[in-house]
């Protein structure tokens, strides 16, 4: 028989080779009666009033013929089945045409892999570069400010995805989650993200990861292609019947996932002309906030602080009732970066990511404020003026910068203060900053907001304001500001055959949630052939 146990504890420092005697004590039986153990989960429980604790939860596999004496221990059950169903992976649809993904984020590579193990090859179009290239555009940009429109953070192989921090935390309950990072591990993720609470792969590894999915498509007969910008969809009598691809090629298809994530402008331009119903959508806004690593070490762990502690983290939320706002941490990147992730020529957009050591010597994290749509599409309900409003700021921000793509910063404490901050500034910030009052980069509201949320979060983490946390501006690329409207079978409610999905319909967010929702979209799209 197989049983979980939860709730194991064991001290920072001491080895996992204990775990078979702790879960054996918990069973009640001797460690020589498991016959085999495997971890399911490792988080770290870290309050100030105690020693920091890792806490374990394992399968073991125990013969049925052994008597478990503490059966009703409310922290053993019954190991749950966590392979996918085979019918998810194993079923050949023939559709006329070969379906046409657009875009190789999570949610497009997710779909592709999941149709072609399905035995339906698709085409992947892209239309920023792929990984090696990407990679130099993206470092031109950082070292020498050369913008690239269409390859950047945002664009290219493996999406918004590939020079993200890879922290694979989600709220989604989904059996498929196991299946996503089982396949990250096979594509060169380390193993550890199958059971650590918290997984975390690193930009230097999910890069990668995201060539090795890639081969994994092509091998299953899919045809992918870079430089590929889907310019429009064709639609007849409300339904696909193709695309274009970089305003000169015709593809004949009846069936398009569209995981285009959130920063193609262009894009939910060209849907709204052609009839796909867009609606816009709540996100928030807000600054980067960075500090040493040390000294979130210092405040998060106490006197418990030691080598064999990961760097520290933390989340923080405050609720203005003043101003109707919530104000929270997002992203919170340990050991980390804060990188420039312009989406726009002349706008200045900030992001956090780490790599896989998370070893840096600073510790960054978003801090938003929640945007409602009537604070940017007032009664006219039109669905891009999200879109419209992150530009305005984001514009704003390269302006306050100085025109050059280096962002505009502050010292936290100023920016309470509302002064402007003399000398240097100490960030990791590329490709630069430059001091600027960043009351002008943002809506007043949030602002107001900002500083009532951050003043708050000093109370919940004493030490959080101090001399040396800096700000950095602006942080508006948090979720999509639009919704492609998609109804119960998966598709757009006007257009036939168009499934959008991922961060970019207005459905999901982040790695994870991201990818689980490209495979929705697959599993409606098979469905939609039978
Ligand atoms: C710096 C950074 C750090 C992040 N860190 C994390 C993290 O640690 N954990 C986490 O869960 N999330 C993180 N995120 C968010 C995460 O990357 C996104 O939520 C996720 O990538 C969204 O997946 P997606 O597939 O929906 O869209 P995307 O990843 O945005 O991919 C969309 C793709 O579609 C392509 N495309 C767009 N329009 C077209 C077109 N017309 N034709 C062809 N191709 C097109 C784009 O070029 C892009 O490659 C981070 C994001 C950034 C920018």
Not at 204 to 229: N, P, T
Not at 279 to 305: C, D, S
Request: charged share 25%; proline share 6%.
């Amino acid at each position: 028989m197989r049983l979980k146990i939860t709730d194991i504890p064991v001290m920072p420092g001491d080895g996992e080779e204990n775990l078979p005697a702790l879960a054996a004590d918990i069973l009640g039986i001797s460690p020589e009666e498991i016959s085999g153990l495997e971890i399911m989960r490792k988080s770290l429980d870290a309050r100030r009033s105690r020693p920091p604790l890792f806490i374990y939860a394992v399968v073991v596999s125990v013969s049925d013929s052994i008597i478990i004496p503490n059966i009703k221990d409310r922290r053993i059950s019954k190991a749950p089945d966590l392979s996918v169903p085979s019918n998810h992976l194993r079923k050949s649809v023939l559709t006329e045409r070969r379906p046409v993904v657009v875009g190789s984020g999570p949610a497009g590579l997710f779909a592709a892999l999941f149709l072609a193990s399905a035995g339906m090859p698709v085409l992947l179009i892209e239309r920023g570069r792929a990984v090696p290239e990407r990679i130099r555009d993206v470092e031109d940009f950082w070292g020498r400010r050369h913008f690239h429109p269409e390859s950047h953070v945002h664009f290219g192989e493996g999406g918004a995805g590939t020079f993200s921090d890879g922290k694979l935390t989600s709220r989604v309950k989904n059996p498929l989650t196991a299946w996503v990072k089982k396949t990250f591990v096979e594509m060169g993720a380390p193993t550890d993200i199958l059971i650590d609470a918290k997984p975390h792969i690193g930009t230097d590894r999910l890069r990668g990861v995201v060539v090795q999915m890639r081969r994994r498509l092509q091998e299953l007969g899919c045809e992918i292609r870079f430089d590929a910008k889907m310019t429009d969809l064709i639609v007849h009598q409300e339904a696909v019947t193709g695309i274009v691809i970089n305003g000169k090629e015709e593809i004949a298809t009846d069936r398009v996932i569209l995981a285009i994530g959130q920063s193609a402008d262009d894009s939910y331009e060209m849907l709204l002309d052609r009839g796909v119903r867009l609606v816009p959508k709540a996100f928030a806004v807000g600054l980067r906030v960075e500090h040493p690593q040390a000294l979130i070490n210092e405040i998060q762990y106490g006197p418990w602080i030691g080598p064999d502690l990961p760097p520290a983290e933390y989340v923080l939320t405050a609720r203005i009732p003043t101003l109707d706002r919530s104000v929270y941490t997002f992203c919170m990147c340990p050991g980390g970066r804060v990188i420039g992730c312009s989406a726009i020529e002349k706008g200045v957009i900030t992001n956090g990511m780490s790599v896989s050591l998370r070893d840096g010597v600073f510790a960054n994290s978003a801090v938003v404020v929640n945007i409602r749509t009537d604070d940017f599409a007032g009664k006219s309900f039109d669905p891009l003026s999200g879109l419209r409003f992150r530009r305005q700021w984001e514009a704003g921000a390269y302006d306050l910068g100085g025109g050059n793509y280096s962002a505009p910063a502050q010292r936290l404490v100023d920016f309470l203060r509302g002064c402007l901050t003399e000398g240097k500034i100490k960030t990791s910030y590329l490709p630069g900053v430059v001091s600027a009052p960043l009351d002008r980069a943002l809506p007043r509201f949030a602002v107001e907001a900002l500083q009532k949320g951050l003043t708050a979060f000093n109370v919940k983490m004493p030490g959080f304001i101090t001399e040396e946390a800096v700000l950095i501006g602006v942080e508006t690329r948090t979720s999509s500001p639009v919704r492609i409207v998609r109804g119960e079978d998966g598709q757009s409610v006007s257009v036939r055959g168009l499934f959008p999905c991922g961060e970019g319909a207005g459905y999901a967010g982040g790695i994870i949630s991201s990818a689980l929702d490209g495979i929705r979209a697959a599993e409606f799209l098979l469905k939609s052939c039978q």
